[in-house]
Every structure is written in C-alpha cells, then in structure tokens.
C-alpha cells in the first residue's frame, strides 16, 4: 500500500467521524508514510510523533488513531501529531494551540 | 548562538517542521533521530533523553543549557535570544 491508498482508505472511515485530514497536505502525506514505515519496521501503525517500543501491546495506545486522539482534537482540535484535525481547525488560519503528549509518562516502556 | 542538540524521530512532522526553521534560518544545529538508533546506543539515547524531558517526547530541544519541547517556535527563538 502507499500513502496514496492509505489516504483513502483512512479518510472514508475517520471523515464521517468528525476526524479530517490536516489542510496541510505535505505534512499528512508525511505522516502517512512514517505510518507505512512504522508498519513496516514494527508490523502496526504506530504513532510516527512517537517512539514505539515495538511490543504491540505496549503500545496499543500509541497506534493510530491513538487513544488521545479524542480528548486532544476536544480540546486542542488536533490530534497530537496534527494529522487528524477538527472541521474548525481546519478552517482556521492559526496559530494553532500546541498539543502537549497526554499519554503518561509510566506508559514508556522502551 | 549557544550550542543545539535535537532528539527527533524520522517519522514526525513536528520534528521535521523543527529541523526546517533551523535550516531556514540558517542556525547551525545537531541532531540525532532516536528511531533510527538500536541497541545499546539506543537505550542509553533514550536514557538521556528522559533527564532532560521525563515524557521522552520528540523533539526535545537543547538550546544551551535550556531545553525545549516540542516545536514551540517562540520558545526556541527566546532560547536562542532572536
């Protein structure tokens, strides 16, 4: 798959949700290839904003979408690595608020 | 200029964005991306990485004896006295 294919597929399910693609379309391919490399190199799509350990079940939370995604695009409007956003987001011109890492800190197990 | 050193990861936009302002602004920076690293230089990287930032988020920017998290741009630039 290429980050073409992975875009459609990945907007189709997560639009209808309220989770758009950033308008910034140079990151977002960006990051859909640090998915597909992280796929790659791990076997699941983990979060290319952060290190995995490469134990799939210690990373659950960090596999894309993550867990934080809903509590960050809430109250930030995006989600930590600004690829899904929110419609208002979007819409707007910025600054953008930045979103600090919700997970916790006893969750790295590296 | 006081010395920069950035933990980044080859995957993350926030880090490439970081690595770019350095570049465009001409600031001559280190970098090291911690996910391209393995073993025991990776272990002892992380092991750095989390005395400076607990989170181990990416990047973690030092600016001197300052650090910075994330791409914070004004920050950096206060860090940097620009």
Known sequence: MNEK???EQLRKVQEPKGYLFNKDSDLVFDLLRGLLTNKERYGYMNCPCRLAS???????????PCTYRKQD??????????????????????????????RPPEKFSF | MPPIKMYSLS???????????????????????????????RTDTIE??????????????????????????????EALGI
């Open chain 2, 48 to 77: 750095k990485v989390r005395t400076y930032n607990p989170n181990c988020s990416f990047p973690t920017i030092l600016i001197g004896n300052q650090v910075v998290v994330g791409f914070r741009e004004n920050e950096i630039k």
């Open chain 1, 73 to 102: 695009v809430e109250e930030y409007g995006s989600c930590y690595c600004s690829l899904y956003v929110s419609q208002d987001w979007n819409a707007s011109e910025g600054p953008h608020p930045f979103v600090p890492e919700r």
């Open chain 2, 11 to 41: 995957t993350c936009g926030h880090c490439k964005h970081t690595k770019k302002f350095f570049g465009d602004n001409g600031i001559p920076f280190e970098f090291v991306d911690v996910d391209l690293l393995q073993g025991q230089e």
């Open chain 1, 54 to 64: 490469g134990d799939r079940t210690k990373d659950q939370d960090i596999i894309c």
């Open chain 1, 5 to 7: 294919e992975l875009y």
